[in-house]
């Protein structure tokens, strides 16, 4: 387990955990989440250490350990939009040294997204899924785990 002091983008200093979690070691799921309101797929431009860089992602995180997939995507989407889904849908699993990874695909319920404050999230953004593979074809979007639940739910 490495611990690195970081500067994040609100300028506090504070310590990231990076290549193991405890969740996932206690056995917490890992989960990522394509949401989508109104037709719309739902970005999030999130600070990400390992890349020292700003990346459109869809929501994802560490689940709880005890906690069933369900209930972590329940957890993330309200702590990274504070919005819950209607609908909820696994597009895809895979299992690697982080454990499992579970993909979503949720149908999100009205409401307008809202930043968290805790969160390095610094802009929510509802697109088109024409513009959604625009922007993987153009390379706007470079984070995998968004790129492959995009095309989990594709294949679908």
Not at 102 to 126: D, M
Not at 145 to 154: D, L, V
Request: hydrophobic letters at 40%; aromatic letters at 12%; charged letters at 30%.
């Amino acid at each position: 387990m490495l611990r690195d002091l970081v500067e994040f983008p609100d300028g506090k200093i504070g310590g990231y955990l990076r290549v193991l979690n405890r969740k996932t070691l206690d056995g917490g799921t890992n989960v990522v989440i394509m949401a989508v309101q109104e037709n719309k797929v739902l970005l999030l431009k999130h600070f990400r250490h390992e890349t020292r860089n700003w990346h459109w992602e869809f929501p994802r995180g560490f689940g709880e350990p005890g906690f069933t997939p369900e209930q972590s995507v329940m957890d993330e989407l309200k702590e990274e939009i504070n919005l819950l889904p209607q609908d909820l849908m696994e597009i895809g699993k895979i299992s690697d040294v982080d454990g499992e990874t579970f993909f979503y695909y949720a149908k999100l319920e009205n409401g307008k997204p809202s930043k968290p404050t805790g969160e390095a999230i610094q802009h929510i953004e509802l697109i088109d899924f024409d513009e959604l593979e625009n922007w993987i074809f153009n390379g706007k979007i470079t984070d995998w785990f968004t790129i492959m639940a995009f095309m989990m739910y594709k294949n679908q």
